[in-house]
T-cell receptor
Framework: AQSVTQLGSHVSVSEGALVLLRCNYS??????LFWYVQYPNQGLQLLLK??????LVKGINGFEAEFKKSETSFHLTKPSAHMSDAAEYFC????????????FGQGTELSVKP | GAGVSQSPSNKVTEKGKDVELRCDPI?????LYWYRQSLGQGLEFLIY????????KSGLPSDRFSAERTGGSVSTLTIQRTQQEDSAVYLC???????????FGQGTRLTVV
């Protein structure tokens, strides 16, 4: 069975500081991995996805994530936080033989201090 | 349509009543998913449609929950005899296929009182 663990339910950074949101996955087959962002009272928006091509994936709004098979990790980073990055972030795994359904982590709420 | 549309956006119902939640996916998207988001449980998969058939209903929490999809388009999630623990945000997503981006609707916030 696939699962996702996000370390830290809340992360707080200062504006301009590095953002690092941690995600570890468990999958018996090569996974497809995703990061989604959810702004208050809105649906989920895809930030980026890993689908077995390049291990360093670049997404929208300056975010990127690196797939590390040896560490079963897919951490999300952004060099410099902006106030508008404050939101909840979800890591998810999808496996090809399960129709594309997503298994989500518990989410990490990112706060950005001025 | 331009995006995934869900209605109603908010629903307050009395315990024991039935409710229907509607999802209108992006035109041409053959895959449709329902998820539930609640404080204690995070984001949970409920059911997946490929066309009008549902190959995976494994996430439906009880037989009070059912869903259908007609014409390969609109889907309805029905909850019978609602309970307070059914209170959550119900999210619908659609995609072109299993390895493509899933687009999410804004969700329906269900409150059972």
């Amino acid at each position: 069975a696939q699962s996702v663990t996000q370390l830290g339910s809340h992360v707080s950074v200062s504006e301009g500081a590095l953002v690092l949101l941690r995600c570890n996955y468990s999958s018996s087959v090569p996974p497809y991995l995703f990061w989604y962002v959810q702004y208050p009272n809105q649906g989920l928006q895809l930030l980026l996805k890993y689908t077995s091509a390049a291990t360093l994936v670049k997404g929208i709004n300056g975010f990127e994530a690196e797939f590390k098979k040896s560490e079963t990790s897919f951490h999300l980073t952004k060099p410099s936080a902006h106030m508008s990055d404050a939101a909840e972030y979800f890591c998810a795994v999808s496996v090809y033989n399960q129709g594309g359904k997503l298994i989500f982590g518990q989410g990490t709420e990112l706060s950005v201090k001025p | 349509g331009a995006g995934v549309s869900q209605s109603p956006s908010n629903k307050v119902t009395e315990k024991g009543k039935d409710v229907e939640l509607r999802c209108d996916p992006i035109s041409g998207h053959t895959a449709l998913y329902w998820y539930r988001q609640s404080l204690g449980q995070g984001l949970e998969f409920l059911i997946y449609f490929q066309g009008n058939s549902a190959p995976d209903k494994s996430g439906l929490p009880s037989d009070r929950f059912s869903a259908e999809r007609t014409g390969g388009s609109v889907s309805t999630l029905t909850i019978q005899r609602t309970q307070q623990e059914d209170s959550a945000v119900y999210l619908c997503a659609s995609s072109l296929g299993w390895n493509t981006e899933a687009f999410f609707g804004q969700g329906t916030r269900l409150t059972v009182v």
